[in-house]
């Protein structure tokens, strides 16, 4: 295999593995969020601050690794691994957030009676 093609294999899977990276962190901002009620205001927040941050840690990857050449294959890869891993674990993951949310209220409330 050439060094050209080497390279550029594995900046696809860094980027791949940036996309379900950023996804399982916003899967923790869903634990908070449901952890720690609070309104819309604070959520629009902490979506903006989340995607900022999703915005430089791409271009943070493609400035270290591709010496700032923007890639579109990189985001592409980025983006439709961040696409997969919703559809495939965070859909999983929010089932079971929800079961749980609902098994510690419940708890709760029998404590409180």
């Known amino acids: 295999m050439s060094p050209n ?4 294999a594995r900046l696809l899977m860094m980027g791949i593995t940036a996309g379900a990276c950023l996804m399982a962190l916003y899967d923790l901002l869903r634990v908070f969020r449901a952890v720690v009620r609070h309104g819309w205001l ?3 927040l902490e979506d903006l601050i989340y995607w900022i941050f999703a915005g430089f840690s ?3 990857l493609l400035y270290r690794e ?3 050449a923007l890639r579109l294959y990189v985001i592409g890869a980025v983006l439709l ?3 997969v891993y ?3 674990c965070s ?3 929010r089932k079971m957030l929800k079961k749980i949310v609902r098994c510690i209220r419940i708890k ?4 409180k009676r």
């Open 5 to 8: 093609i080497h390279f550029e």
């Open 108 to 111: 709760i409330l029998k404590r």
């Open 81 to 83: 691994s961040m696409v």
């Open 58 to 60: 791409v271009f943070y």
């Open 86 to 88: 919703d559809r495939l």
């Open 91 to 93: 859909a999983f993951f």
């Open 66 to 68: 591709n010496d700032g």
């Open 42 to 44: 604070w959520v629009g």
